[in-house]
């Protein structure tokens, strides 16, 4: 089942968060949380903060387990929104943890002009570290 992570409701919104995506709602399947399909708004026929309702004859599949999505109502992604940090540049919660291999080698060479030496996580939209 596919729940609603964020929308993109502009083309000035994609390009102040150096998005490629055109306007798009970003959902992801529950199987796997890295199975992010982004859906253009034209397939919707809702679109709020909190859910968005698919247009009568829209048919999402996973392309992770091949699952089919067949309600029309996605809701928000509750777990993601209330354990997961998002990214306070794009308020995406497509984001990773910078993993500890990367600061000590950005240290060694850079030392404290390190770019990851205070930040723990890199938005994997904008590219925003924090």
């Given at each position: 089942m596919?729940?609603?992570?964020?929308?993109?409701?502009?083309?000035?919104?994609a390009?102040a968060?150096?998005?490629?995506?055109?306007?798009?709602?970003?959902l992801?399947?529950s199987?796997?949380?890295?199975?992010?399909?982004?859906?253009?708004l034209?397939?919707?026929?809702?679109?709020?903060?909190?859910?968005?309702?698919?247009?009568?004859?829209?048919?999402?599949?996973?392309?992770?387990?091949?699952?089919?999505?067949?309600?029309?109502?996605?809701?928000?992604?509750?777990?993601?929104?209330s354990?997961?940090?998002?990214?306070?540049?794009?308020?995406?919660?497509?984001?990773?943890k910078?993993?500890?291999i990367?600061?000590?080698?950005?240290?060694?060479?850079?030392?404290?002009?390190?770019?990851?030496?205070?930040?723990k996580?890199?938005?994997?939209?904008?590219?925003?570290?924090?």
């Amino acid at each position: 089942m596919y729940e609603m992570i964020y929308c993109i409701k502009s083309n000035e919104e994609a390009k102040a968060i150096a998005c490629d995506l055109y306007p798009c709602v970003e959902l992801r399947c529950s199987c796997d949380r890295s199975a992010i399909a982004y859906i253009p708004l034209d397939k919707f026929e809702a679109i709020t903060d909190t859910y968005c309702v698919l247009k009568d004859g829209v048919t999402l599949t996973c392309p992770k387990c091949g699952a089919v999505h067949t309600n029309k109502y996605i809701p928000l992604e509750t777990k993601i929104q209330s354990s997961w940090t998002k990214c306070p540049s794009c308020g995406s919660f497509n984001i990773e943890k910078i993993p500890l291999i990367s600061k000590a080698v950005s240290f060694a060479v850079l030392d404290v002009l390190s770019p990851y030496l205070a930040k723990k996580y890199h938005c994997k939209n904008c590219g925003c570290k924090f």
